[in-house]
């Protein structure tokens, strides 16, 4: 009799774990995933996740915020995943990596009246270059030998970037934003000020992906990869 009551607790206890509600954070990402006139999550990535999540048969609720607020929650947070992540050497070992879910087009960018131009990406440590806090060109400059004190110069979030762009242009050499971040900013607000591609970023894994804090239960991780895969 103690043996069947021990089977059946452990069976409770495990379905009680798996199905505890996550957070899946993430950032108004135009041409990804962005909130609508009504608060609405949409878009192309929006809709894969949402899809796999509902699939995983997983209790959820996302969580819209500034880039940098979504990440270090992702990292905080035990039970919470993130996207859309770029997937690069340095946060390898910082999540759990479900499914790619998008690609991402990243280049630097110069105020189209500027005439400096670069040949790689040292040719850039010449400049002041513009990133988003903890986004993906933060992380990965810095891994190229990029510091915060000689290179570059760290905004808190995207709207903060096109204000710098609009009244404080002398600070700005370079900045590094996706295409389809830049394209839906023109469409939106035309008066934005024009940027001129200077070179591309090719050399780096510009993969997006779903990925969950590292001590997310193992549970929950199996259901959504496999809702993901489907």
Not at 141 to 162: A, C, M, R, S, Y
């Amino acid at each position: 009799m103690s043996k069947l009551f021990f089977l059946v607790f452990i069976l409770i206890a495990t379905n009680c774990y798996s199905s505890q509600k996550i957070t899946v954070v993430t950032e108004d990402l135009a041409g990804f995933q962005m909130t609508d006139g009504n608060s609405k999550l949409v878009g192309p990535t929006a809709d894969k996740v949402i899809d796999a999540l509902n699939k995983a048969n997983v209790d959820y609720e996302i969580s819209v915020n500034a880039w940098s607020t979504s990440y270090n929650m992702a990292l905080r947070d035990a039970n919470t995943c993130i996207f859309s992540l770029a997937r690069i050497p340095v946060r390898e070992p910082q999540f759990t990596w479900i499914a790619p879910i998008a690609s991402l087009n990243a280049n630097f960018y110069a105020l189209e009246n500027n005439s400096l131009t670069i040949k790689n990406i040292d040719d850039a440590k010449n400049y002041k270059t513009v990133v988003i806090r903890n986004n993906f060109s933060h992380h990965y400059l810095k891994d190229n030998g990029f510091t915060e004190l000689n290179h570059l110069l760290v905004i808190d979030n995207f709207p903060e970037v096109i204000q710098l762009m609009k009244r404080r242009k002398e600070h700005i050499d370079l900045i590094v934003l996706n295409e389809l971040q830049l394209a839906h900013q023109y469409r939106i607000a035309p008066s934005t000020p024009k940027l001129k591609k200077v070179m591309a970023i090719d050399d780096a894994d510009l993969a997006l992906y779903f990925a969950c804090n590292k001590q997310m239960s193992a549970t929950i991780t199996k259901r959504l990869y496999t809702a993901f895969q489907q």
